[in-house]
């Protein structure tokens, strides 16, 4: 026990070497998942660069620098890749849902997709060719996109979110073979169940398609959720995406590239 104590301080600490100084931009980073992976970079000493919709009220120590800004709006993130110049690693961890649920798909209408794909799918493409060209140039460096498991089981809940994912998945397997000749790693981390602002959507949106007489409380849906979904039946911890999100960008990982890691619990594999 001791000697696998002692390897794993050895392996935070290249963990920390590899990325010390490193410069790393999060897309979506003010809040859960997101801000996990920048409180984790900045915990191995990389410089974080936070973009989001909205400003954050502390700044500092996590973030070296932040720029208030839309995913969607191509020359915002154009603006901002050339306000950050040379970037060793970039997150995509951005996602919303339609806020309505399926089962069928048809009890949604063909405009509550649009909205959903821009954001999940346009917004990581907008990001991608924004900082592609000059990652190629220097040849090295990582991508990271967050999807969902909704996006590999064709998740009934939210139709447009599972499709949008599944395509990100697709895209983040077709930018690592283009930029694999280049030294440029691209992967993406599948959420299972985590507690953020987004899955409480899902269950307001379920609750809400339901008669009062049979809405139950976040708690109680989310516990018979785990329960049916994850063999393990327990929540996620963004600081779980934040220590995976290191270690991908590590050189630790420098086989792994097209990849999509489920940190959910065993819920793809349990489906």
């Known amino acids: 026990m001791a000697k696998e104590t002692a390897k794993s301080r050895d392996t935070a600490s290249d963990l920390q070497s590899d990325l010390q100084g490193q410069k790393v931009a999060v897309f979506g980073a003010l809040r859960g998942i997101g801000r996990a992976i920048a409180e984790a970079f900045c915990a191995a000493g990389s410089k974080v660069i936070g973009f989001d919709l909205e400003s954050p009220n502390d700044p500092a120590p996590v973030f070296a620098h932040f720029v208030r800004g839309d995913i969607t709006q191509f020359d915002q993130v154009l603006e901002f890749a050339r306000l950050t110049g040379h970037v060793d690693h970039v997150v ?54 967050l999807v969902s498991v909704a996006g590999q089981i064709g998740s009934q809940t939210d139709p447009p979110y599972s499709a949008a994912k599944a395509a990100l998945i697709n895209f983040v397997q077709c930018a690592a073979k283009d930029l694999a000749t280049f030294g440029v790693r691209v992967n993406a981390m599948a959420p299972g169940m985590v507690q953020t602002e987004l899955n409480r959507s899902v269950w307001e949106a379920s609750q809400n398609a339901l008669p009062s007489s049979q809405r139950v409380s976040y708690d109680v849906w989310a516990n018979e959720k785990l329960s049916r979904v994850s063999p393990l039946a327990r929540w996620q911890m963004p600081s779980e995406f934040g220590a995976m999100a290191v270690f991908l960008a590590s050189d630790h990982a420098r086989s792994i590239t097209g990849q999509t890691i489920n940190i959910d619990g065993g819920q793809v594999m349990h489906s």
């Open 92 to 145: 995509y961890s951005v996602g919303i849902g339609s806020g309505k649920v399926g089962f069928p798909f048809w009890r949604l209408e063909p405009g509550d997709w649009h909205r959903v794909v821009e954001v999940n799918l346009m917004g990581a493409v907008n990001v991608a060719h924004a900082f592609a060209p000059a990652m190629a140039e220097q040849k090295r460096g990582t991508f990271l996109f």
